[in-house]
């Protein structure tokens, strides 16, 4: 099971004894019986995902919500252009936020967005400040050669 935690391909997780022909697969009753409460929630994350495709569980009921396909859809859980991350959950009906996992936030950017366009947020992150400091160290150092020959 714990092998099965680690890898979301393995989902359902099939009976240990499938190679001798057993055809059942390990439910959530079986697999709360066995695993710790973490454990146990992560299973049914990757069990959910496996049956009902990705997903995530709502911040208000806990149930599972699937997310829309990206193909159009008459389903009033779908989004439309201008709603592409937010998802309806059909056992509560509260909105929820794709990209953040929160409630609902029309007009209002995620917390922990960056404001600026794409190149500005490439330049925050630390490996491509790491990069541009290594190439300017290395083109410093030449220039400084070239100086003093």
Known sequence: ????????????????????????????????KVLTK?????????????LFGEGMRCVFCKNFVAFP?????SSPYSPTSSQRSMVMCPYCDNKICMRC??????GVKCAGEVENDDLEGWRL???AQRFIL???SF???????VQLV
């Open 1 to 32: 099971m714990t092998t099965a935690l680690g890898d979301k391909s393995l989902f359902p997780v099939k009976c240990p004894l499938h190679y001798e022909g057993c055809i059942t697969t390990i439910t959530a009753p079986i697999a709360k």
């Open 38 to 50: 973490k454990e146990y929630s992560k299973f049914l994350d990757f069990h959910d995902s496996a």
């Open 69 to 73: 396909s990206s193909s159009p859809t």
């Open 101 to 106: 996992k929160r409630g609902w936030h029309p």
């Open 125 to 127: 992150e630390s490996g």
């Open 134 to 136: 290594f190439i300017y």
């Open 139 to 145: 083109f410093l150092l030449i220039s400084l050669d």
